[in-house]
């Protein structure tokens, strides 16, 4: 995979921490699986993986954001 920072073929599966701030309340996860590039150290999360944490810190800090829905494609 190409990295979209440095634009080198160095890009592979790894963890990362990531820290979420939702009004005064931070929220941090470790380990989360992420694509680093082993040349510049950018890191990219998988669309998924980004809602999931979202969904998570919305309600750790006691926020209620509504369900996203699916679109039907026909």
């Known amino acids: 995979m190409r990295c979209e920072a440095c634009k080198k073929w160095t890009v592979g599966a790894g963890r990362t921490t990531v820290t979420l701030q939702r009004g005064g309340t931070t929220v941090v996860f470790h380990d989360v699986p992420t694509q680093v590039c082993r040349a510049c150290g950018e890191t990219s999360l998988d669309g ?3 809602l999931r944490l979202m ?3 919305d309600r750790k800090a006691g926020h ?3 369900r996203l829905q699916r679109q039907s494609t026909g």
């Open 48 to 50: 998924r993986v980004a």
């Open 55 to 57: 969904s998570l810190a």
């Open 64 to 66: 209620h954001a509504p």
